[in-house]
């Protein structure tokens, strides 16, 4: 089955830069999509279509992608960004979604 | 205020069925589908299948064809998600969530059910 790869975890000390990726073979032909997920909370949508923000999404947070890996950034990274992040996209046929291993943000 | 809400935490034995219910409000609830996402204790997400509420159109994950039945009814602007026969591995938070359409990301979350399968 189609599987979408993350670092298990990436540290960052407040006001640095956090660089998340997500690699898939899919990826050049389909959209990627990240959710932030808090402790105890549901999933947030913070980046559609690899590079778009949501409105409300503060614009620290960006896409990029290149070839078969998309990256999530957090730019100026706050204490509250402290929380684990997914991937998501489809398969090369696009009738089944996936969503990537997650990677844990720690704040120093 | 667009939202789906979710039916509370349950507590089962393996071998017993169930069905849990995600409701939207605040949109047009048969124009968009809705999906279902299992989180077993400390682990990622992962997709379940989905569902069209306009006509109930169905999609699963290979991974749980067969295992769960997904349905929804429109009138009452719910989705369901259905064991016939819970197991211990059926211990996770599920949740609902809208497919953004034509934008295609997961917009609006439920806020999860807890489902806890012991004998």
């Known amino acids: 089955s189609y599987e979408l790869t993350q670092p298990p975890s990436v540290s960052v000390s407040p006001g640095q830069t956090a660089r998340i990726t997500c690699s898939g073979d899919?990826?050049?032909?389909?959209?990627a999509y990240w959710y932030q997920q808090k402790p105890g909370q549901a999933p947030v949508l913070v980046i559609y279509?690899?590079?778009e923000r949501p409105s409300g999404i503060p614009g620290r947070f960006s896409g990029s992608t290149s070839g078969t890996t998309v990256t999530l950034t957090i730019s100026g990274v706050q204490a509250e960004d402290e929380a684990d992040y997914f991937c998501?996209?489809?398969?090369?046929?696009?009738?089944?979604?996936?969503f990537g291993t997650g990677t844990k943000v720690t704040v120093l | 205020e667009v939202q789906l809400v979710q039916s509370g935490a349950e507590v089962k034995k393996p071998g017993e069925s169930l069905k849990i219910s995600c409701r939207g409000s605040?949109?047009?609830?048969?124009?968009?589908?809705i999906a279902w996402v299992r989180q077993m204790p400390g682990k990622g997400l992962e997709w379940m299948g989905i569902?069209?509420?306009?006509?109930?159109?169905?999609t699963y994950s290979p991974s749980f064809q067969g295992q769960v039945t997904i349905s929804a009814d429109k009138s009452i602007r719910s989705a369901y998600l259905q064991w016939s026969s819970l197991k211990a591995s059926d211990t996770a938070i599920y949740y609902c969530?809208?497919?953004?359409?034509?934008?295609?990301?997961?917009?609006?979350w439920g806020q999860g059910t807890m489902v806890t399968v012991s004998s």
């Open positions: 969530a809208r497919r953004w359409y034509p934008v295609d990301a997961f917009d609006i």
């Open positions: 605040g949109y047009s609830f048969t124009s968009y589908w």
């Open positions: 569902i069209y509420p306009g006509d109930s159109d169905t």
């Open positions: 899919a990826l050049p032909k389909q959209y």
């Open positions: 279509k690899d590079t």
């Open positions: 998501q996209s489809a398969d090369t046929s696009g009738s089944s979604y996936v």
